[in-house]
């Protein structure tokens, strides 16, 4: 068994690299303490010092941390009938594929070099999933919406395709803006960080 995780370099002088313990270990977090999701719901358009509607810190393995970041924006988002019928649950306001592509790429291409949490901020306007680290080399904000990409941590990526609803292929910005077109990215080189900003 240490063998093959070697060759899949997940294991390396017999201890779980970074991407095997963000993969397989029971509690991440107990060896990358930095590496999970902070998520809060503020009222209002803005942070605030002391009140939120709801607020968690998200940890575990990747696909958890993934799962968990999802159901928290989903519940913290307004749900719509739009001419179903008065017993159904509605949909959510934003379609939920949207988060999925964007919590996927904060998850997966996020710099592992930074230890500093994914933010997720949701207020009454817009919803902020914020990632450590700028887009990588020659990346620009114009060229990943047009389908560009750099895959920073290969492996993780390369793991991601089998357990989360990612492919890998560069189209996942492409998807959300074409079910959702109102979302703005920001890299911010000097703050070291890429926000993604869906309007409500």
């Known amino acids: 068994m240490a063998q093959i995780l070697a060759n899949m370099r997940l294991l390396s002088n017999g201890i779980l690299t970074m991407t095997g313990v963000l993969l397989f270990a ?11 999701v ?5 009222p209002g358009d803005d942070i605030h010092a002391t009140t939120y509607l709801d607020s968690v810190d998200i940890v575990g393995k990747v696909q958890s941390q993934f799962d968990d970041a999802l159901a928290f924006i989903v519940r913290n988002l307004h749900r719509e009938q739009r001419g179903q019928g008065v017993n159904t649950t509605g949909k959510v306001e934003i379609p ?6 964007l919590l ?9 070099f ?4 994914v933010r997720m901020f949701i ?25 560009n990409s750099n895959i920073r941590n290969p492996i993780l990526a ?9 492919r890998g292929l560069g189209t996942g910005i492409l998807r959300a803006l074409r079910e959702y077109p109102h ?13 993604a900003v869906i309007r409500r």
């Open 123 to 147: 207020f009454d306007d817009r919803v902020e999933i914020i990632s450590p680290g700028h887009l990588p080399n020659n990346l620009t904000v114009a060229n990943i919406q047009t389908g």
């Open 26 to 36: 029971r509690e991440p977090q107990n060896f990358l303490p930095a590496f999970h």
């Open 183 to 195: 979302i703005e990215f920001v890299d911010d080189e000097q703050g070291n960080l890429f926000r």
């Open 104 to 112: 996927a790429n904060a998850l997966i291409h996020r710099d592992y």
């Open 38 to 42: 902070k998520a809060v719901s503020y």
């Open 158 to 166: 390369s793991f991601a395709t089998k357990l989360l609803p990612y």
């Open 114 to 117: 930074i230890s500093a949490p």
């Open 96 to 101: 939920r594929i949207v988060f999925e592509e």
